[in-house]
């Protein structure tokens, strides 16, 4: 696993900034506290408390079921060795990779919730990577796309999620694009191939066409 873009193809997932820090200095933690309350909720998980988490959400979660169930249809079926749970470094919220499979990040992960957004997410990649075997993360433009449906479909821009990031200050008008656009971009900024202003472009330029498709899902699920 490790480096996200040798080898085989594979997608980084960006962690967002506020999740980045390691130990928030006191008045960092004042704030944080005031805005999320206790600083407990939001206390990193282990490994086995993310493993055990995956296994529940593989089970219980209507997205993921209906995602691995699309990837069987595909012929792209995956099981439970197919999950890893492991830290990583800071910049890295998660990440696919067609040689390896899904790897989440449990330094970067703290509820049930995140764990099961994060599994969503990298199932649309994987489901892109079975459904289109000519795409190419070398290609800004696919890797724009998939970030894109991405965080269209797995829920991370749910007004929930946004509203624990501190993100609905804005008009609400529009909120569900505006976070899908940051967190593309996020990801797509990681990548190698898309620096100097690669990643911006190639986010605008596929914005509307990727979050019109919805494959395999007949519309954005819980929208
Ligand atoms: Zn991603």
Redesign the pocket.
């Known amino acids: 696993m490790a480096e996200p873009y040798s080898g085989a193809a594979s997608?980084?997932?960006?962690a967002e900034p506020s999740s980045s820090s390691n130990e928030p200095d006191s008045s960092k933690l004042q704030y944080l506290e005031q805005k999320y309350g206790s600083k407990a909720a939001h206390v990193h998980l282990s490994q086995p408390e993310v493993n055990a988490m995956v296994d529940k959400v593989l089970r219980d979660s209507p997205t993921v079921q209906y995602l691995l169930s699309s990837l069987q249809m595909g012929g792209c079926g995956v099981g439970r060795p197919f999950f890893h749970v492991t830290r990583c470094a800071d910049d890295v919220g998660?990440?696919?990779s067609t040689d390896y499979g899904v790897i989440l990040c449990h330094n970067k992960l703290s509820t049930y919730k995140e764990v099961e957004l994060a599994v969503a997410?990298?199932l649309?990649?994987a489901y892109d990577f079975c459904r289109a075997s000519n795409l190419d993360l070398t290609n800004c433009h696919h890797h724009a796309c998939?970030?894109i449906r991405?965080?269209n479909l797995s829920g991370d821009c749910s007004f929930y999620q946004e509203f624990v990031r501190g993100n609905l200050s804005e008009a609400m008008v529009g909120q569900h694009k505006r976070c899908v656009r940051r967190r593309?971009l996020l990801?797509v900024s990681l990548n190698p191939h898309c620096q100097g202003g690669k990643a911006e472009q190639a986010v605008s330029d596929m914005m509307k066409h990727c979050l019109r498709d919805t494959d395999p899902f007949p519309r954005v699920p819980g929208m």
């Open positions: 997608a980084a997932s960006a998660g990440g696919f997410h990298e649309i990649h998939t970030e991405a965080a593309a990801s």
